[in-house]
């Protein structure tokens, strides 16, 4: 029946088990029996710790164990319990201790938080009881006494409390009774109690069946054989000099060091006296670590403590004297750490890879650092290695934050290679590094730059459409996108038209493309800007300079100015018979529209009536009379002049210039403008208007000179510019003057005569002035009525009054002659040159 109200007991403490244990300083703690199924609830940690379930997930929940140690519960991310992982054995984890208790940190990041989980392991009747034999051999006296005892080694059951065992039934017989010694704080042992005595003559021996039941429910059992032996009297059990002995062990220690040595004494002699030594009942473990010399006591290391395994061993020794009487004694041995476990370093979350904007005070990892040593050999230091931009910070506990500590430069370093030492406090210290990989992550801080900020280029002028003119380059650092660059124009004008109109360039590889054909005489350079911009968001660009310049090519051919082109007018210069050699008879004035050596002009004559008779200025366009004039000489000279520019391929014009050598008109033979083709009823009519015009303009003007002449006062002569008064008609349209390299860069002054064809008024330009030619106190000055005409004031010789008569008559008959009115004009001429003659 007491049996029965045991068993209940046990049963009611066993359904009680799991409970809920908070510690003041915030730690949570649960009890859980061994044994249970896996994914079994043990509590929920998300309602005992008052955080939201939901939250384990995103905090990246997690239970954190020491290297090598089995992970026996988890954590459901779903619902915040914490649950069985794997099967609890408490035998396996604690043996005999009484209290087994798993400890586990609960992390919780963003922001870090550490609970400390315990968990009570309790014990169910998982195991049966076992004897260390099968048979116990005992060897008693008949002589003796009734009530003598006789130690058995009792039953080892691996549970505890209840479930250990709790009772010993030893089976009906005459002689012996048995009785378990259970008392708490005491040695647990069973004796054999002898009821009566016994008699070696009707007995020699007696077999009796001890079973030992345990207090489970339902309780188990085990049986063993108790052979008794009847001999004559052993009345003395070797006794311990100690009951218990505490030794201490350095983990450190080698094999076959003697930890302890145990003595037990036995007053009686011979066989009855001798004592042996011998373990009691141990796990396989211990009996690997340690070995007993059964004749001296001497408890030997056979084997390697650990402190970092177990601390602490206990060990049972039994002295036993021949006949078999035993006495039990304790050896408690005390593991003494040394420090022979280096720190570990054990990274557990990293922000991978950072961002190079990322502000310094960043929090970019969690390091946690474990030393399985104890007291001082567990204190730790941690430092990182080398010049990084980043540090270390104590958080809780062994967790270290690593932080960045300054700014991040991708282009710079992209990757770091971050080592953390740990160094312990012990002597000596240990230390332990680990290296672990970072990189930084690219952001759109670094816009293009350019080779150059500004270019040059230089196109020939009539380039085909789409002809490459210059690649620009900008770089960027960025990666990817961020630094792919793509190339563009910036929108303006040129002379008011896009320069879209003109330049295009390729985005990807910045090569700039001429969209059209350029005219060096319509422009000579541009400008534009070329922005750079990479694909990061937001993009970023930067601008440059691209200069290109229009080169000259030899495109145009030259342009006579003077003489006028043939079709327009025929012009005849005069030349005095009287020229000397080295006179200047006339000059080819020409223009090129191109520049540089493109317009550098040379004259020459290609073909004349009498080549030896005059010459050609090469580069001055003026012909001059080569030898003296002869009378063999023919009147009419023609000449025709080649004018080229100094280009490649050089291009050339052609002009034609008439000379009438002769000293009087009234030499001259009747002239026809080659070109000009007569209509006599018109003509007939402009000459007699102009006749009378003339006629009536000299009287005017013979009256004037009389008045002039009586006044007796000089007149000035009456010269033109040197300078020759170009019609702008003869200018080529696209005419300018290209950095100083012009044709027209040079004036002269020359005598005037009047041409031959006086129908176009032009003039005609025999002999060059020079300083010398000016008389000693000359005055050359412009006249204020004509830009054109230059007065000439001497105190010398001065022209006659009628020579400039005869002057203006002849202009007046100079024409186009015609039947009708050829003895008109003749009769004028003598008429009036009669008058001059006889003033």
């Known amino acids: 029946m007491e049996y029965l109200v045991f068993s209940a007991r046990c049963f009611l403490f066993g359904v009680t088990s799991i409970l809920l244990l908070s510690t003041v300083n915030g730690d949570v ?11 079994s609830v043990i509590g929920n940690l998300a309602k005992d710790l008052g955080i939201n379930a939901k939250m384990f997930s995103v905090r990246k929940a997690r239970l954190d164990v020491d290297d090598g140690s089995k992970r026996y519960c988890d954590i459901d991310m779903n619902t915040g319990s914490l649950t069985v992982a794997e099967r609890i054995d408490r035998e396996e984890l604690c043996g005999f201790l009484t209290d087994c208790v798993l400890q586990y940190e609960l992390i919780l990041e963003n922001p870090l938080e550490l609970h400390r989980i315990k968990i009570d392991i309790t014990d169910i009747n998982d195991n049966s009881p076992a004897f260390a034999n099968d048979v116990v051999e005992l060897e008693i006296r008949e002589s003796a006494d009734k009530g003598a005892r006789y130690a058995v080694n009792e039953a080892h059951d691996a549970d505890i409390g209840v479930n250990a065992v709790q009772s010993y039934k030893l089976q009906n017989n005459p002689y012996f009774s048995f009785i378990f010694h259970n008392k708490p704080g005491q040695e647990k042992y069973g004796e054999l109690v002898l009821e009566k005595e016994l008699d070696r003559e009707q007995e020699q021996e007696v077999r009796l069946l001890l079973t030992a039941v345990d207090g489970g429910n339902p309780p188990k059992s085990a049986s063993i054989v108790i052979h008794v032996t009847v001999l004559d009297a052993n009345d003395n059990s070797p ?143 941690c430092s990182i290695q080398g010049h990084v931009p980043f540090t270390l910070t104590p958080s809780i506990k062994n967790y270290f934050s690593l932080s960045t500590s300054g700014p991040l430069d991708r282009e710079h370093t992209s990757e770091y290679n971050i080592t953390i030492t740990a160094v312990d406090e012990g002597s000596p210290p240990l230390s332990s590094s ?50 792919t660059v793509l190339y563009s124009l910036l929108p303006s004008e040129v002379n008011g038209v ?25 422009f000579r350079s541009l400008k534009v800007q070329v922005v750079s911009r990479d694909n990061g968001s937001p993009p970023l660009s930067s601008n440059a300079t691209v200069s290109v310049f229009i080169t000259d090519e030899n495109d145009n051919s030259p342009q006579i100015l003077y003489p006028a082109p043939e079709g327009k007018s025929l012009m005849t210069e005069m030349v005095p018979k009287a020229a000397l050699s080295g006179s200047l008879v ?6 090129d529209a191109d520049s540089g050596q493109n317009a550098w002009l040379s004259y020459r004559i290609v073909k004349s009536t009498d080549p030896g008779l005059f010459s050609m200025g090469v580069h001055s366009g003026e012909i001059r009379v080569q030898r003296d004039i002869s009378e063999s000489d023919s009147m009419k000279q023609n000449l025709v002049i080649s004018v ?10 052609t002009c034609s210039v008439y000379l009438l050598i002769s000293d009087n008109l009234a030499e001259v033979p009747e002239l026809k ?52 008064a170009i019609p702008s008609a003869y200018l080529p349209p696209n005419y300018a003057e290209v950095e100083g390299a012009g044709t027209l860069r040079s004036s002269y002054n020359y005598d005037a005569y009047l041409t031959t064809g006086s129908h176009t008024s032009d003039f005609k330009f025999i002999r060059s002035y020079n300083d010398s030619t000016l008389p000693a106190g000359g005055t050359l000055r412009k006249s204020p009525d004509d830009s054109n005409i230059i007065t000439f004031s001497d105190a010398g010789e001065a022209l006659e009054v009628r020579n400039y008569i005869y002057t203006f008559v002849l202009l007046s008959l100079v024409g186009h002659f015609s039947t009708e009115l050829i003895f008109l004009k003749i009769y004028l001429f003598i008429f009036i040159t009669t008058i001059l003659n006889h003033i």
Not at 29 to 39: A, F
Not at 297 to 323: C, M, W
Not at 586 to 591: F, R, T
């Open 29 to 39: 703690r649960y009890s859980v029996p061994e044994e249970r199924k896996t994914g």
């Open 239 to 381: 006794v311990f000099n100690q009951p218990v002995y505490k030794v201490s062990l350095r983990e450190d220690s080698p094999v076959g060091t003697t930890v302890a040595t145990v003595t037990a004494t036995d007053a009686d002699e011979g066989a009855n006296g001798h004592v042996t030594y011998q373990f009691g009942h141990l796990s396989g473990d211990v009996l690997k670590l340690f070995a007993l010399d059964s004749e001296t006591g001497n408890l030997i290391l056979s084997g390697n403590v650990d402190y970092e395994k177990q601390t602490s061993y206990e060990l049972r020794i039994q002295a036993k004297d021949g006949p078999g009487l035993a006495s039990f004694a304790k050896i408690i041995i005390e593991v003494i750490d040394v420090n022979d476990n280096a720190p570990t370093i054990h990274l557990k979350s990293l922000s991978n890879p950072v961002p190079e904007d990322t502000p310094p005070g960043t929090e970019v990892g969690i390091i946690n650092v474990q030393d399985k040593d104890s007291e001082k050999n567990r204190q730790i230091r």
């Open 434 to 483: 680990k290296t672990f990989h970072l990189s930084v992550s690219d952001v759109n801080d670094n816009p293009p730059v350019f080779d150059e900020q500004s270019y040059s280029a230089y196109v020939a002028e009539n380039n085909k459409a789409g002809t490459s003119i210059c690649s620009v380059t900008a770089r960027d650092p960025d990666w990817r996108q961020n630094g």
């Open 498 to 522: 896009p320069v879209s109109s003109f330049l295009s360039i390729n985005a990807d590889t910045g090569v700039i493309h001429a969209v059209r054909s350029f005219d060096y005489e319509q």
């Open 586 to 591: 006339s000059k080819v004035i020409a223009v």
């Open 644 to 653: 080229r520019d100094n280009g490649q391929p050089p291009l050339s014009a």
């Open 673 to 724: 403008d080659m070109t000009y083709e007569e209509k006599s009823s018109k003509l007939t009519s402009y000459l007699i208007i102009a006749l009378v015009s003339v006629s009536t303009f000299f009287l005017t003007f013979i009256i004037l000179i009389l008045a002039v002449r009586f006044c007796r006062r000089r007149k000035p002569r009456l010269l033109f510019d040197g300078a020759v």
